[in-house]
């Protein structure tokens, strides 16, 4: 279909990127968000060759790629000793493409600037009232930010929720689903100033695994570091300052992770409980709205797909209604096969990483961490054969005009 209307639902990373994606097939996209203006849900991220192969596809992998830094360089002991180490080089060769990262407001920054002007529109929620078939178009209710009563409606050939893990999309167009579960841990996240990294003496970027939790620490390319760390913790927590919470928990933790935290900005650290997807929706789309993102399929941050997986929806949903010859529905249809299987295995993966990355026995942490150094020592193809069916991906070939 050529200049239909599309309504996309969440203006983030996903959201944003199917704003681009359609924008470029052709089609007249409004994008409802209920911030009153666009701030990125997060600090760093980390965008796999696969994620990278689809942002080639919206013209923005190389400005990725300029602002980026290259990614993990292994995973360590809490103590210090490394585990196994990973060859950018190596990743490269195999998957044409290497992890990078960069501050998640530097994507969201490319993505809007990629998008029409006027495209999106804050301080709205925006809420499924009809899902539309083959004769009939999708409904969106759309209720300024603070008001019950001032509402509008806005007929849409195409509706894409992507309003995350807790998608009030998601629920109206399948009421029995049971929702987003506590994945059993907490995350915090912190930017620091450029040029911590040298003044910390950081060798390397690195995930360093621990009893009960991760503490990550990527250097950014202006020598900035963005640091996560989880926690195996019941939900809703809070501390009155998350900072001092996360030097206590960390602090016997190896260099330079207690000295990071020490000169963070408490203002800087974020702090969200993590929830996914254990059981996926019965499929990704109903009549003609798609589910795109966490919306879709959230899960854990434990393989760093998050992301990714939503810019492989965006640029999938795109390229399967880029001909509309047998309707959007039809075209959803062939959008929820081919994405619904490969997002529902990832969870899987994702959450038994999260498992793995969090226990707290004794005798089960030596084993793990002796099964991962066994593996970087004597068959590190292993673990890179691990990463294929995730970073081998390639957006679909273009239809023809």
Same mark, same amino acid.
């Given at each position: ?32 968000? @209920?911030?009153? #203006? ?7 991220? %980390? ?14 992998? +190389? ?11 292994g ?9 196994l180490? /990973? ?9 044409g ?15 809007? #600037? ?16 009809e ?17 019950? +009563? ?14 995350g893990?807790r &998608? ?8 029995? *689903?049971?929702?987003?579960?506590? %994945?059993?841990? /907490?995350a915090w996240?912190?930017?620091t ?21 991760v ?15 989880? +926690? ?8 009155? +300052? ?6 206590? @928990? ?6 330079p992770?207690?000295?990071?935290? #020490? ?7 974020? @702090? ?18 798609a ?10 941050? &434990?393989?760093?797909?998050g ?18 010859? *047998? ?12 994405? &619904?299987p ?12 999260? *498992?793995?990355? *969090?226990m ?7 084993? @793990? ?33």
């Amino acid at each position: 279909m050529r200049n239909g209307t599309a309504v996309i639902i969440g203006a983030g990373i996903g959201g944003l990127s199917a704003g681009v994606a359609l924008a470029q097939c052709g089609w007249n996209i409004h994008i409802l968000e @209920r911030a009153e #203006k666009i701030e990125p849900a997060g600090a760093g991220l %980390a965008i796999a060759p696969n994620a990278l192969r689809g942002l080639d596809t919206l013209g923005l992998g +190389d400005g990725v790629r300029e602002r980026a830094a290259f990614g993990s360089g292994g995973f360590r002991r809490w103590t210090g000793g490394w585990l196994l180490t /990973t060859d950018a080089a190596r990743v490269r060769q195999q998957f044409g493409d290497t992890v990078v990262v960069l501050r998640r407001s530097e994507v969201v920054d490319l993505l809007l #600037k990629a998008l029409p002007p006027g495209a999106v529109r804050t301080g709205v929620h925006g809420y499924v009232a009809e899902p539309g078939g083959d004769s009939q178009r999708a409904r969106v209710r759309v209720t300024a930010e603070g008001s019950r +009563d001032a509402s509008e409606e806005i007929t849409a050939d195409l509706v894409v929720a992507a309003d995350g893990a807790r &998608s009030a999309a998601r629920a109206a167009l399948f009421p029995d *689903h049971p929702g987003p579960v506590y %994945a059993g841990f /907490t995350a915090w996240r912190l930017l620091t100033a450029p040029g911590t990294a040298e003044a910390l003496g950081m060798p390397d970027s690195a995930e360093t695994w621990g009893p009960g939790g991760v503490f990550g620490l990527m250097r950014l390319a202006d020598d900035a570091v963005y640091a996560y760390a989880t +926690d195996a913790v019941p939900p809703g927590g809070r501390n009155d +300052d998350e900072r001092e919470a996360l030097l206590a @928990r960390f602090a016997y933790w190896h260099a330079p992770i207690p000295a990071l935290l #020490k000169t963070a900005d408490p203002e800087a650290v974020l @702090r969200n409980d993590v929830w996914h997807l254990p059981v996926p929706p019965p499929r990704s789309h109903r009549g003609r709205v798609a589910l795109l993102g966490d919306a879709a399929h959230a899960m854990t941050p &434990s393989l760093g797909q998050g992301a990714c997986q939503a810019v492989e929806d965006a640029v999938t949903l795109a390229h399967a209604v880029r001909r509309g010859d *047998h309707g959007v529905p039809t075209a959803l249809t062939t959008y929820s096969a081919a994405r &619904s299987p490969r997002t529902a295995d990832i969870v899987r993966q994702s959450a038994r990483a999260g *498992h793995l990355t *969090h226990m707290r026995s004794g005798p089960g942490l030596a084993l @793990r961490d002796a099964a991962l150094a066994t593996v970087g020592r004597t068959a590190p193809g292993l673990f890179y054969g691990m990463l294929r069916a995730t970073f081998s991906w390639r957006p679909p070939a273009e239809a023809p005009e």
